[in-house]
């Protein structure tokens, strides 16, 4: 499986840190931002394969918004968004899926789980890109 680009967007530095742990033996590219405009500009550059981004930041742009700009760039749009929220609530996951989001995984999670789905998302998103197989 060909190593993916991550960004993770969080604003607990804790939390990056056991998302960083989870997934640094895996070889894929890892990439941090603390907040969402930062998380913005630093996706234009390093265009992800997947982000795990938290629904609620401080600042002016939260994950939600992240995620409907990213959508909305051509260059970020393929990028498969996983949204972190401890808010489980249905208004939230309605708002977060109307901008683009792909999945939800619920604070607190385990490394195991996040591990598990990443590399299920990885896999996904490379046969997404492949191109087609010309057969015989």
């Known amino acids: ?5 991550i960004l993770i967007v969080e604003d607990q530095a804790d939390i990056r840190r ?16 603390p907040n969402g405009s930062l998380a913005l ?5 390093m265009q992800p394969d997947l982000v795990y981004l938290d629904v609620m930041m401080p600042g002016g742009i939260d994950g939600v918004e ?3 700009q ?5 260059k970020l749009a393929q990028a498969l ?5 401890a808010d489980a609530g249905q208004a939230t996951k309605t708002r977060a899926l ?4 792909n999945f939800f ?3 607190p999670f385990s490394p195991a789980k996040l591990l598990e789905l990443t590399e299920v998302l990885i896999k996904k998103r490379q046969q997404q890109s492949a191109p087609p197989d010309p057969g015989p």
């Open 66 to 68: 992240v995620c409907r």
């Open 41 to 45: 500009d630093l996706a234009r550059t």
């Open 105 to 107: 995984l619920a604070k």
């Open 81 to 85: 968004i996983v949204m972190l929220t």
């Open 18 to 33: 056991l998302i960083r742990w989870a997934l640094e033996d895996t070889g894929h590219q890892l990439y941090e931002a």
């Open 98 to 101: 109307e901008a683009g989001a």
């Open 1 to 5: 499986m060909k190593k993916a680009k």
């Open 70 to 74: 990213m959508r909305a760039d051509p």
